[in-house]
């Protein structure tokens, strides 16, 4: 198998990836703030962090990865005081919401998922050893990390510091603090304002510290991996490093890797610029959970990804030509025999895919050579010269590609219905079970069990039940 490279934001290179311990790899990954619902940009990000660790699981890696909630900030502080109810109760809805989208997505779930609030003696604990290093002071209240003290900032952004600073004095006034670059890590409460009482005063935490103290709790003070949105790089990743390297002395990340953005009209897609769609919205116009995880992972996470109706279009077609190509494989009948050919054209496909996703998760070049091994093995077909033993090797490609991708399971209606859209008390149509009953006998036939035992007990809440006849088929009725 190739080597693991991955491009390090930190060095500005494409690193040969060696994590600390040899067989595990541990990984922070910023998460939403949960004000409102996450779009489909904040999605991208998610879904490539889902191939990463999908990635190095498939190479043999255990993973333990931590994912942040930011459930206390000024806009939900804002919103939850207009809307009449606690921070929790507030946040608790649309981390729900989060969960959700993440599970119509085929998201694994990190190891911790981390709130912000519940870490508060985490960080306050993290602010005093900063203090004790001479890092921090107070103003108004308010505690900061002086910059000048941490003579390496701007390593990981490359930010021009001194420039940073010259062109920023004209605002000191407006703040309280010694210097612009200086950062909140904890703010005092404004009247009226929800606040913790602590050890360092009354307040709350700033978004960075939170970060930089629960990846620390969970995962040493030394970490493989850290990513986010290319977005986050300046400020939050680079005052991450401050607290954290300030505090312990010790690397905190050893491999860097940011997410490009995805666009609509080559703008960044975000809330303040108001080109968002939620997956909810383009659920709600018929879109499948299985186009938009194709169309996200698709595009290597470094290049920008142009967001358009067309290509969401694109990868729906792309995902129901793999999903007929694997029934056709399940249900076809083919002469007896196997080819040494087609095995060695199965190989060549897997081995190509491995090479590009081991090459900083090129996902692009994986799925053409996924592609064209479908190409080749459909001419075979209908040449009649696929034979009945060479599905086998096929079918381990397409499951190698799918603990990655994860788009092969015709789940879709079960996963629209279960948030709301679609048909309801109607139940699934037989069309649907058609569908789904063929899919299980396609995940049986490459021996999914995990996946065809889903599709049967998804089909058994539904009231519909399976039995497997003597010659291998299926016959389905409803309670
Ligand atoms: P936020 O909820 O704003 O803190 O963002 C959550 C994650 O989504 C962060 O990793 C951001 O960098 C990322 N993100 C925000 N907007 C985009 C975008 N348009 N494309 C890709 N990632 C984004
Ligand atoms: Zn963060």
Same mark, same amino acid.
Do not use: H, I, Q, W
């Given at each position: 198998m190739s080597e693991i490279q991955f491009h390090n934001t930190l060095s500005g290179r494409t690193e040969p990836f060696v994590p600390l311990v040899p067989s595990a790899v541990s990984i922070y990954t910023c998460g939403p703030t949960v004000y409102d619902f996450a779009h489909i940009g904040n999605f991208r990000t998610f879904v490539f962090q889902d191939v990463l660790r999908r990635y190095l699981k498939s190479r043999g890696f255990r993973v333990v990865q931590v994912m942040n909630l930011t459930d206390v900030d000024d806009r939900i502080i804002q919103k939850s005081a207009a809307a009449g109810v606690s921070i929790r109760d507030y946040t608790d809805k649309y981390i729900q919401a989060f969960l959700d989208d993440r599970r119509a997505l085929n998201l694994e779930p990190p190891e911790h998922l981390a709130r912000a609030t519940e870490h508060i003696e985490d960080m306050v604990a993290l602010i005093q050893r900063l203090t004790a290093k001479g890092f921090t002071y107070t103003s108004e209240g308010s505690t900061y990390f002086r910059i000048s003290k941490f003579p390496a900032y701007g390593k990981l952004s490359k930010i021009d510091v001194a420039g940073m600073q010259a062109g920023a004095?004209?605002?000191?006034?407006?703040?309280?603090?010694?210097?612009?670059r200086d950062f909140a890590l904890w703010k005092a409460p404004k009247p009226g304002e929800h606040f913790w009482e602590t050890a360092i005063g009354p307040g709350r935490p700033g978004w960075h510290i939170e970060c930089s103290a629960m990846a620390m709790k969970y995962l040493?003070?030394? !970490?493989d991996i850290h990513s986010g949105g290319v977005d986050l790089t300046f400020p939050h990743h680079e005052n991450e490093i401050a607290e954290s390297e300030g505090a312990?002395?010790? *690397?905190?990340?050893?491999y860097w890797l940011h997410a490009e953005h995805l666009l609509v009209d080559h703008e960044k897609m975000s809330k303040s610029v108001g080109n968002f769609a939620t997956l909810r919205e383009l659920f709600s116009h018929g879109q499948k959970p299985s186009s938009v995880r194709f169309l996200l992972a698709?595009? *290597?996470?470094?290049r920008q990804l142009n967001f358009t109706p067309e290509s969401l279009q694109g990868a729906a077609g792309s995902v129901d030509r793999l999903r007929t190509f694997v029934a056709r494989l399940a249900t076809g009948k083919f002469p007896a025999g196997a080819s040494p050919a087609m095995a060695a054209r199965a190989a060549k496909a897997r081995e190509e895919f491995d090479e590009s996703l081991s090459d900083d998760l090129n996902t692009a070049q994986a799925l053409a050579a996924i592609f064209d091994l479908v190409r080749d093995v459909n001419i075979a077909i209908d040449r009649g010269e696929f034979l009945e033993g060479d599905a086998a090797p096929v079918m381990g490609v397409l499951e190698s590609f799918d603990a990655i991708?994860?788009? !092969? !399971?015709?789940?879709d209606a079960e996963k629209l219905r279960a948030l709301g859209f679609g048909k309801d008390s109607a139940g699934p149509s037989d069309a649907e079970i058609d569908a789904l009953v063929a899919e299980r006998q396609a995940a049986r036939k490459r021996r999914d069990f995990a996946a065809s035992d889903r599709i049967r007990d998804q089909l058994a809440a539904q009231g519909i039940l399976l039995e497997d006849s003597r010659d291998g088929g299926v016959r389905w009725k409803r309670k």
């Open positions: 004095r004209v605002d000191m006034d407006r703040y309280d603090k010694d210097n612009v040493g003070e030394t !970490l312990t002395g010790k *690397p905190f990340v050893r698709s595009v *290597p996470y470094r991708f994860a788009v !092969l !399971l015709d789940d």
